[in-house]
């Protein structure tokens, strides 16, 4: 069956996310979503409230390297429309949304009744990740950069084929601040 045709009972879900940078906790998600459905749209949601540490070229790069072989995975990109509306528009029946905490579940199971209200047409998917992924962020993985090796660190939490864009990125980064020193990073324990 080719993309375009879309046969009764085709499932296309749409799993979006800033992937500043992805994760292998997203490429779990990734995985199972491209299982569960016909078509699975990996969308990157821009904010221009929101300051990204990488451009979003970037971030759509680190997306198509790692969903590489994936076959029925599409990348995409949206501004200013509710997830639920992108979703309408892109031709989606389902969100896929990751739960891996309680406080993910609060804004999750309050964000579903607001889709459900604008869209009651698209069904939001939740998916709990395993527990050695559960706490896993790009915030979480972008905090573990700093302290003596931190790239070690981070390699197992980060997918292998952007891990060595990752891990240039923030020495660049370093070297480029005042004499290559961290002063304006936390101070580490």
């Known amino acids: 069956m080719s993309r375009t045709t879309k046969l009764p009972g085709y499932r296309k879900a749409v799993y979006a996310g800033s992937f500043d940078p992805i994760t292998n906790?997203?490429?779990?998600?990734?995985?199972?979503?491209?299982?569960?459905?016909?078509?699975?749209?990996?969308?990157?949601?821009?904010?221009?409230d929101k300051r990204y540490t990488f451009?979003?070229?970037?971030?759509?790069?680190?997306?198509?390297?790692?969903?590489?072989?994936i076959p029925n995975i599409t990348l995409d990109h949206f501004s200013g429309l509710?997830?639920?509306d992108y979703a309408r528009k892109i031709g989606a029946r389902y969100i896929l949304r990751g739960i891996r905490h309680p406080n993910d579940y609060e804004y999750e199971?309050?964000?579903?009744?607001?889709?459900?209200d604008l869209n009651p047409r698209v069904v939001t998917?939740?998916?709990?990740?395993?527990?050695?992924?559960?706490?896993?962020?790009?915030?979480?993985?972008?905090?573990?950069v700093g302290p003596s090796g931190w790239e070690?660190?981070?390699k197992n939490y980060v997918?292998?084929?952007?891990?060595?864009?990752?891990?240039?990125?923030?020495?660049d980064g370093k070297a480029?601040?005042?004499?290559?020193?961290?002063?304006?990073?936390?101070?580490?324990?």
Not at 34 to 45: K, Q, R, T, W
Not at 109 to 116: A, I, P, W
Not at 128 to 142: A, G, H, Q
Request: hydrophobic fraction near 40%; include cysteine.
């Open 25 to 48: 906790g997203h490429m779990y998600m990734i995985r199972v979503g491209a299982h569960l459905f016909d078509e699975l749209v990996v969308s990157i949601g821009v904010n221009p």
């Open 55 to 69: 451009s979003l070229n970037e971030r759509l790069e680190f997306l198509r390297k790692c969903t590489q072989g």
């Open 82 to 84: 509710f997830l639920v």
């Open 109 to 116: 199971r309050r964000m579903c009744h607001v889709n459900t």
């Open 125 to 144: 998917a939740f998916l709990i990740p395993p527990r050695d992924i559960s706490e896993l962020s790009s915030s979480f993985v972008k905090g573990l």
């Open 152 to 154: 070690t660190v981070v």
């Open 159 to 171: 997918p292998a084929p952007i891990y060595k864009q990752f891990v240039r990125h923030f020495r």
């Open 176 to 189: 480029k601040r005042e004499g290559g020193g961290l002063k304006d990073m936390p101070e580490w324990v």
